[in-house]
């Protein structure tokens, strides 16, 4: 099994910054695709932004240009730098994983391990 857990999560101000991080432990070794996911109240959840264990990444149309995924494979770690955020970013941000990476660049795909999820609540 893989375990995932999120932090970084907060209130912030239109126009700040903010970044998560995600510690993976466990079976890391199964690992090959780590992304994010968010989920806002009374919305589906959407992939944010995915890297495959090679760097390749992946953002979600309204993210481009202010978020920056990237990954530590070392330490099992992936990150999201989050700037110049708005109030329609606010929404629980989930830390995910995958076996592999074939569905890492497919917006609808749902990946194999999930974290508990962090509040990021960005006020105008």
């Known amino acids: 099994q893989v375990q995932l857990v999120e932090s970084g999560g907060g209130s912030v101000q239109a126009g700040g910054s903010l970044r998560l991080s995600c510690a993976a432990s466990g079976s890391i070794f199964y690992i090959n695709a780590m992304g994010w996911y968010r989920q806002a109240p009374g919305k589906q959840r959407e992939m944010v932004a995915t890297?495959?264990?090679?760097?390749?990444?992946y953002y979600v149309d309204s993210v481009k240009g202010r978020f920056t995924i990237s990954r530590d494979n070392a330490k099992s770690t992936v990150y999201l730098q989050m700037n110049s955020l708005k109030p329609e970013d606010s929404a629980v941000y989930y830390c995910a994983a995958d076996r592999s990476n074939i569905g890492a660049m497919h917006p609808s795909y749902e990946f194999d391990y999930w974290g508990q999820g962090t509040q990021v609540t960005v006020s105008s």
């Open positions: 890297i495959t264990k090679d760097g390749k990444t």
